[in-house]
């Protein structure tokens, strides 16, 4: 087994998201899926830089989808969907689904260690559907038989498996009427489009950018340098929204503002009206 890692080759400035973030997350206490109970922005750019700028500079503002705009359905509800797909029934729902997610769930916490056998893939999960696949639906199988283990990743490509937070859509409809362009970019291996469909999320968006699709992983500033070249924004003019201190910080480097909101519980409000404070 080797450790689960989280993203590697960080910028000067993602790293100051990180810090700001850890300091920031102090005052907050921690869910068992490593979400926050408090809502508090942190500017990853400086703050007194930024008053001085043009009040109405931002003409985009770019979304990181799981943890921003949705999450994952709850464990619980994840499993008993699973389950009656596969014609399964399990013996103990609440005990699987804590175990899954210490396994490594899809759009979940980092798993608690990955086996050998699927380090590599694991490694590459952002980068295809055949990596993504092999990653999860293994990890998913370390703790669940089959259909279940099948039933359990394949969930989460559908929007059944997805849960909007209630003030996304109210805040990219916001945005748009203030003309506004808005990207969804995500570290992803599989095609969000039809889940952000379900969700009635993007008639709401103008591009979304995937890494499998672009080649780049956040904080790789390659993936937030092409969010902004699909909206035709310089980047200087855009700011990038995310939950991850080190993937979303990473925005900072390609010269984007940056704000980060940590997850909330799904259906819980997110806080996205800190996003309309600053456009």
């Known amino acids: 087994m080797v450790p689960a890692r989280g993203h590697r080759g960080l910028g000067r400035r993602a790293e100051l998201a990180r810090a700001r973030f850890a300091r920031r997350a102090k005052r907050g206490s921690a869910t ?28 985009a503002v770019l979304f990181d989808v799981a943890g921003t705009l ?20 399990v013996a103990d729902p609440a005990a699987l689904a804590v175990a899954l997610e210490q396994a490594g769930r899809p759009g979940g916490p980092y798993p608690d260690a990955v086996p050998e056998a699927l380090a590599a893939a694991y490694g590459a999960r952002d980068t295809s559907p055949a990596a993504h696949r092999a990653a999860y639906a293994g990890l998913l199988a370390t703790r669940a038989a089959e259909p279940l283990a099948t039933a359990l990743y ?7 498996g997805w849960v909007a937070y209630p003030d996304a859509a109210p805040t990219l ?27 009635g999320l993007l008639a709401l968006v103008d591009a979304v950018v995937l890494s499998y699709e672009i080649g780049a992983v956040k904080p790789d500033p390659a993936i937030f ?26 925005a900072a480097d390609a010269g984007l503002r940056t704000l980060i909101l940590p997850m909330s519980p799904a259906g819980a409000p997110h806080g996205l009206a800190a996003v309309l404070d600053r456009v």
């Open 32 to 59: 068992h899926a490593g979400a926050l109970t408090g809502i508090f922005p942190v500017d990853v750019t400086d703050g007194a830089r930024e008053e001085r700028r043009r009040t109405g500079d931002i003409a």
């Open 70 to 89: 949705a999450m994952p359905e709850e464990r619980d509800a994840w499993v008993a969907g699973a389950a009656a797909r596969a014609g399964v029934a």
């Open 154 to 160: 394949e969930r989460i490509l559908r929007p059944e």
């Open 173 to 199: 409809r916001a945005l748009r009427e203030r003309g506004i362009a808005v990207a969804a970019v995500s570290n992803v291996g599989f095609d969000l489009r039809p889940v952000l469909a379900g969700l």
């Open 225 to 250: 340098r092409a969010a902004c070249a699909a909206l035709a924004v310089a980047p200087e003019r855009a700011l990038m929204v995310g939950d991850h201190p080190e993937a979303d910080g990473g």
